[in-house]
């Protein structure tokens, strides 16, 4: 069993910066494709960015490639979401999530992602 909790979250004027991190319990998550996603009120959870195993290959969703950065530090068992240049249309609740499936294609089904957080909210003013 994989435990992921999420951090970093908070209330941000426009523009600003956060940075959201993902910590997993035991050292499975280094093995697999890790995701963030997102999901705003009345809307359906969507992708943000996908990371494979070592951090060599990631993915983004067009509406914030550019502006947000993935990463993860394995040693630390920890996935990171970077996130610049916010907007109002960012807000929304973050969630981490594992691919226990794949190691190194990224996928943007949320029914690929076998493990999630239990989210933190994002909420920027404008």
């Known amino acids: 069993q994989v435990q992921l909790i999420e951090s970093g979250g908070g209330l941000v004027q426009a523009g600003v910066s956060l940075r959201l991190s993902c910590a997993a319990s035991?050292?499975?998550?280094?093995?697999?494709?890790m995701g963030w996603f997102r999901q705003a009120p009345g809307k359906e959870r969507e992708f943000v960015a996908g990371i494979s195993w070592n951090g060599a290959s990631t993915n983004y969703a067009d509406s914030v490639k550019g502006r947000f950065t993935i990463s993860r530090d394995n040693a630390k068992n920890t996935v990171y979401l970077q996130m610049n240049s916010l907007k109002p249309e960012d807000t929304a609740v973050y969630y981490c999530a594992l691919d226990r499936s794949r190691t190194s294609t990224i996928v943007v089904a949320t029914y690929e992602y076998e493990y999630w957080g239990q989210g933190t909210q994002v909420t920027v003013s404008s």
């Open positions: 035991g050292r499975t998550s280094r093995s697999y494709v």
